[in-house]
């Protein structure tokens, strides 16, 4: 992308994706969280909590923020969205809530090509201890291995992903 994409602003959305996140999570879960790289932490708006990449998991990616996620609370499941999903609204959010099995290993949205949007999801305990145990399998293949609920979206357009400029500015005009 060549910018920070959690810095990114939206029409209509009157803050950054950061924040913007972390305001539709704060409707369902009673602390919120940021997972970022240390040299992130400065990024982080007013208000807005780090939970920062352990060093010890080196370059992991997003495996590395939930095992740091996992870390801090083990015993928690956690409602998980990345900021490269602009279109994610308060519906989609209450749909993974709702349809939560916390004896699954997570509840994730499938997108149009049939795969599990393990970044737009909730992660269940199990789920992240799999995920401790097989790091470099990445979470896509840790929630498709065990019992996962897979829900598809009511708005496709929940799961636009934005990765790209043209895909910020396609995500901007739509």
């Known amino acids: 992308m060549g910018v920070d994409k959690g810095a990114l602003v939206y029409p209509g959305s009157g ?4 924040t913007q996140c972390a305001g539709l ?25 780090p939970i920062v990449d352990h060093p010890a998991l080196g370059d992991l990616g997003p495996s590395a923020g939930l095992l740091s996620a996992y870390r801090h609370a083990p015993g928690a499941g956690w409602l998980v969205l990345a900021v490269d999903f602009p279109c994610a609204g308060p519906e ?4 993974l809530v709702q349809r939560r099995d916390p004896a699954a290993l997570g509840t994730a949205f499938v997108n149009d090509a049939g795969l599990l949007e393990p970044l737009f999801s909730v992660w269940e305990p199990a789920g992240l201890g799999a995920l401790e145990r097989f790091p470099g399998g990445g979470p896509r293949r840790v929630l498709e291995a065990g019992p996962c ?22 995500a901007r005009g739509s």
């Open 92 to 95: 989609a959010l209450a749909a």
């Open 149 to 170: 609920v897979r829900l598809r979206p009511a708005d496709a357009r929940w799961l636009l992903n934005v990765n790209t400029p043209e895909q910020f500015s396609a």
């Open 25 to 49: 999570l704060a409707a369902h879960c009673a602390e919120v969280f940021v997972s970022c790289r240390a040299e992130q932490v400065r990024l982080l708006g007013p208000g807005l909590r």
């Open 15 to 18: 803050a950054d994706q950061r």
